[in-house]
């Protein structure tokens, strides 16, 4: 699996948009970007996937580069319920996820 | 509710018993895995299982452990003489399973303290 890396935390303003960077400069060409979150004292939470272009859905944007080397999760308008931990992966659509230790989002009010 | 259930939620036990979780994945996914997570750490993965069929063990998987999905339904994970460090939290998780980019569902754990 390729590996992730991304910053351990990361403070946004309540109401402004979160952008969470994610670096996987070993990616593959089948493997898909994939965005976790966990809030606490729950299970981790699908948010979106991308393979090569960019990607939207109701909870955020996938931007992925155009060398596939790294991507960025954004949450337009942040709110105090996206206080989580975020994760971000790669792996092909027929493998187990892999979880690093992920960036830990505070917004804060 | 991703429609992933575990069961129990909490389990306290004293060191060296034997524990028992259950994970109903949701019903038609075929996959369907096991982790634990300890505080401040991303889950590590434990095993998976296609259908019935266990397909990949973790070494962190030890021999105390094991797991079952009889029918390709739910699964049972099993941890024999407990230990103190067995204490997390082990999440189940399903998909789909076949091919294109399918995401996991995750339920909510079970937290088990060994005392």
């Known amino acids: 699996d390729a590996k992730t890396t991304q910053p351990p935390s990361m403070d946004c303003a309540e109401g402004r948009a979160a952008n969470l960077p994610c670096n996987h400069s070993t990616i593959s060409g089948n493997e898909y970007v994939y965005w976790y979150r966990q809030i606490h004292s729950q299970g981790p939470q699908y948010i979106i996937h991308?393979?090569?272009n960019n990607e939207t859905n109701e909870m955020a944007s996938l931007i992925i580069t155009e060398d596939r080397k790294s991507s960025t999760l954004i949450l337009p308008h942040a709110t105090l319920r996206d206080t989580a931990v975020y994760y971000c992966?790669?792996?092909?659509?027929?493998?187990?996820?892999?979880f690093g230790p992920g960036t830990s989002l505070s917004v804060i009010p | 509710d991703t429609g992933v259930s575990q069961d129990p939620r909490h389990k306290i036990t004293k060191r060296g018993q034997n524990v028992t979780f259950r994970c109903d994945p949701i019903s038609e996914h075929n996959r369907l895995y096991w982790y634990r997570q300890t505080l401040g750490q991303g889950p590590e993965f434990l095993t998976y299982f296609q259908n019935e069929a266990q397909l990949e063990k973790s070494r962190l998987l030890s021999d105390r452990f094991s797991a079952e999905r009889p029918k390709g339904s739910f699964s049972t994970l099993e941890i024999q003489r407990t230990e103190q460090g067995d204490s997390a939290m082990y999440l189940c998780?399903?998909?789909?399973?076949?091919?294109?980019?399918?995401?996991?569902?995750f339920g909510q754990g079970t937290r088990l303290t060994v005392v």
């Open positions: 991308g393979l090569k």
């Open positions: 992966t790669a792996e092909t659509s027929y493998d187990k996820v892999i």
């Open positions: 998780a399903s998909s789909l399973g076949v091919t294109g980019a399918t995401e996991a569902f």
